[in-house]
């Protein structure tokens, strides 16, 4: 009795080598991406060699292996579906049918892969019937310029998914199949849209690009000038054609084939005006879109229609839209191509699997990578040619050798024992090896017959002959590019049809008129807006937040940008700018959030800057406006808090602002934003605090680093109780501010007094109060002209800079006439 194994204590689930901890969140990216990868590579987007996705390949070696050639007799769609499933494609089994109705199904693709026998469907979008009723075989295309080299060792194999079989990478196609039947995918973040194309201007692209590596793109969207739908219609040749051929991606305007003729509707009854639909655009169901345009003649969207008759049959599509007798043909046909399906846009995307990775290709780059295909599949298949044909020429050079000494052979072969006895004499007295030496053995009796041997002769003079030829193709690549350009051009001449889709001008054309004819956006009412806008008009911003666009004759009476004295002026201007310019003004709140001033609509209806700005910014209260230079370059925009941080965001970042406001700025509560300053590289930074203290830093990424939009910035001045940071000012080494006080001190401070010294430092006081309770309240740059003062009490005072080093601007003595704002003018001239 054997010995029971000691049993196995079980594994302690504290063990620490067994269970690791993994972060949440690193073990979701990590399945997702993976996920998303085997969606791309094994599922939806197509290999650029073969035009094939998976279940495509899978379902053609199926039935290559199943022997479905075109010329036997067809097989159940089940018994297909039934082998790709048990073999090559672990999935369910409807998703393979459906693939395989694809590649039998005339509207869908340009050359079909299949020929079916049943009801695969429709244009009328009918489903196919089930697979136990159809039946299908290989097309004569995709046995011939698919399959037939794929037992001449012209592709490498893979095990499937249980190893059981194998299963090839890519089929060794002839074509690019990939632009002669389009594809169609969607992936995880990506998605493919290609469209079918002739196949003779593609096979003549291909040769002109044999011939001429460096072939330009006008001559070659001169041999491929569109795509080329089974179901006809018309393409409207434009830059969106262009693009896509270019570039890998564009929108391709197309539309059905329609014409106006007269009928008789009935006996007795008057002809009518009728508009025929014989051909409609690609993917486009035909009883959806009769089923469409009946619903919009029923709710008056479309006039003139009195009826609609499908008298579609075997010979070709005819969708009969009758006209009512006061109706005019050329407005419905006009209107059924504006309002209707019956001309839309293809959106193309050139996405495919180059190497296992998805890759947008331009036509050039699509067509090169088949070629650079076909050059190896071409080398592999001569090498395994010669292979074969060096081989046979062994074993019949024996054959000669032994009929040659035929007295001989036979004698050793009657004298020897056994017949490895025999082959080793053979092939020690005949010097042959052992492969000849077993033909030899293996040679019946009818190869002694004199026309048998002159046969072997003759076969051995071919396969010399067929040496040198494969060797030469092999060592002389012109000569197999001339191989290569003789079969593109069989194969043209096997399967090239005339196009069916008509290329017509006028694409770009359609696009405007279509934009024009669009819901306006927000972006075309302010073209619009500004369009309708004086050139020689002035945008005005002033201190109460009104924005208006004023002549420059009332602007000249308003006197905004001269000296005032302490008075009831108008309310100072923020900003006086040109509008012949545009300038895009960029609008900041407390709140650390930016949105771009919609100034165009105030021609027309002025009021304040609240009615310019997104509703989400309602309730936030403006710290400045910047108007957006032009130049990016060596620019970048700094934003101070009260708390004494600073944060440089890239200039780029508000150069493609939508329409929402955008926050730029995480603040803590109780903290908002003071000022929005534009720095530039070689220029010193100035910030200064309620109290006086004035900080100089140089401009670089060790003071004030570049940052992402949701950082709270670095602290770049100590604050001390109860103070807080002012503003910040862009300034030269050499240059001067002017810092403001409640009691309306305006002192000014030479920047080279100021000693450069890191973030986070005390920095030096510039300015001596006079007063105990006085604090800086803000600062006027050197480039200012003209700054106003906004007094307690509602008074105003404009003033050019002062030529003393500190003057007292108004009356301290009166505890009312207290500075609450500083506002500096920004016009044309600085």
């Known amino acids: ?48 060699r073969d035009g094939l996705k998976p279940v495509q390949r899978r379902i053609l070696f199926a039935m290559h292996e199943l022997g479905l050639t075109p010329d036997r ?35 869908a693709s340009r050359n079909p892969l299949l020929d079916g026998h049943g009801n695969f469907g429709s244009v009328d979008d009918d489903p196919p019937a089930a697979m136990r009723y159809t039946e299908t075989r290989l097309a004569p295309i995709a046995n011939e310029a698919m399959l037939d080299e794929i037992g001449s060792d012209t592709v490498d194999f893979a095990n499937n998914f249980d190893g059981s079989q194998q299963e090839p990478t890519v089929l060794p196609a002839q074509l690019p199949f990939l632009l002669l039947n389009g594809c169609t995918g969607i992936a995880v973040g990506m998605a493919t849209n290609i469209p079918p194309h002739n196949l003779g201007e593609v096979v003549d692209a291909l040769i002109a690009l044999v011939r001429k590596t460096e072939l330009s793109d006008e001559k070659l969207l001169e041999l491929v000038p569109g795509p080329d739908f089974p179901t006809g219609g018309e393409v409207l040749t434009g830059s969106g054609l262009r693009d896509t051929y270019l570039y890998g991606r564009g929108s391709i305007p197309m539309r059905g084939v329609a014409h106006i003729e007269e009928i008789q509707p009935g006996k007795g009854r008057h002809k009518r005006g009728a508009v025929v639909i014989t051909e409609l655009p690609y993917q486009l169901s035909k009883a959806g879109w009769i089923e469409k345009l009946a619903e919009q003649v029923n709710d008056g969207k479309i006039n003139g229609i009195a009826d609609i008759r499908d008298e579609s049959d075997r010979e070709g599509m005819r969708v009969v839209v009758e006209l009512r007798r006061d109706a005019n043909p050329e407005k419905v046909l006009a209107d059924l191509q504006r309002r209707t399906a019956l001309q839309s846009n293809y959106g193309a995307i050139l996405l495919a699997l180059v190497h296992g990775k998805p890759i947008q290709l331009s036509l050039r780059q699509l067509l090169q990578e088949f070629l650079d295909y076909r050059e190896l599949t071409i080398i592999r298949r001569t090498k395994h040619a010669l292979k074969r044909a060096e081989d046979r020429l062994e074993v019949v050079e024996g054959l000669i050798t032994a009929l040659n000494a035929l007295q001989r052979v036979i004698a050793m072969i009657t004298a020897a024992p056994d017949a490895s006895s025999a082959k080793a004499s053979l092939q020690v007295h005949l010097d042959i090896n052992e492969r000849q030496a077993d033909a030899v053995l293996a040679m019946p009796l009818r190869r002694l017959t004199g026309l048998e041997q002159e046969s072997l002769r003759k076969e051995a003079d071919d396969l010399r002959q067929e040496r040198a030829r494969l060797r030469h193709l092999l060592d002389e690549r012109p000569a197999l590019l001339d191989a290569m350009v003789s079969e593109f051009k069989a194969l043209k001449k096997r399967f090239a049809t005339p196009r069916r889709t008509r290329l017509v001008e006028g694409g770009d054309e359609l696009v405007a008129q279509r934009t024009a004819a669009q819901r306006p956006n927000t972006e075309l009412l302010r073209q619009r807006a500004f369009e309708g806008l004086p050139n020689d008009g002035r945008l005005v911003i002033q201190a109460d937040g009104q924005v208006k666009v004023v ?50 609509f105030a021609g027309q209806n002025p009021g304040t800057l609240e009615k310019f700005l997104p509703e989400g910014m309602s309730g936030e209260r403006v710290v400045q406006l910047l108007p957006l230079p032009k130049e990016a370059e060596g620019r970048s925009v700094g934003l101070l808090s009260s708390d004494g941080r600073f944060k440089r965001l890239p200039l780029a970042e508000f150069q493609d602002l939508s329409g929402r406001a955008t926050s730029v700025l995480k603040l803590k509560e109780g903290v908002n934003l003071k000022q929005v300053v534009v720095c530039q590289d070689g220029k010193d930074l100035l910030v200064f605090t309620s109290t006086g203290r004035c900080l100089r830093l140089q401009m670089n990424d060790g003071n004030v680093p570049l940052m992402g939009r949701n950082a709270q910035g670095v602290s770049i001045v100590r604050l001390l109780p109860g103070e807080e940071a002012i503003g910040s000012q862009s300034v030269d080494s050499n240059g001067y501010i002017w810092l403001a006080t409640r009691y309306g001190t305006v002192s000014k401070v030479e920047i080279k007094n100021l000693r450069p010294i890191q973030r986070g430092g005390i920095g030096r006081t510039g300015i001596t109060f006079t007063s105990r309770d006085d604090r800086v309240i803000g600062a006027i740059s050197q480039d200012s002209k003209v700054f106003s003062l906004v007094i307690t009490n509602g008074q105003t005072l404009r003033l050019c800079q002062p030529d ?11 505890s009312a006439n207290e500075v609450t704002e500083v506002i500096e003018l920004i016009s044309e001239e600085s």
């Open 551 to 600: 002549g420059p004759q009332l602007l000249g009476r308003l006197h905004l940008d001269e000296p005032a004295p302490l008075g009831d002026n108008p309310s100072p201007a923020r900003l006086i700018l040109p509008i012949s310019s545009r300038p895009a003004l960029l609008a900041f709140t407390d709140a650390g959030r930016v949105a771009v001033l919609r100034w165009e």
């Open 73 to 107: 007799p067809y097989r159940k769609c089940a018994r297909v579906v039934g082998d790709v499933l048990g073999k090559y494609h672990p999935h369910g089994d409807q998703a393979v049918y459906d693939a395989l109705v694809r590649l039998v199904q005339t509207f």
């Open 804 to 814: 003393a080093t500190t003057k007292e601007v108004i009356d301290k003595k009166e």
């Open 1 to 48: 009795m054997p010995k029971a194994r000691p049993e196995q204590p079980l594994p302690d689930p504290s063990d620490e080598r067994r269970i690791q901890p993994i972060e949440l969140h690193q073990e979701m990216q990590r399945s997702y991406l993976e996920y998303a990868m085997s969606v791309i590579v094994g599922r939806a987007l197509p290999d650029a």
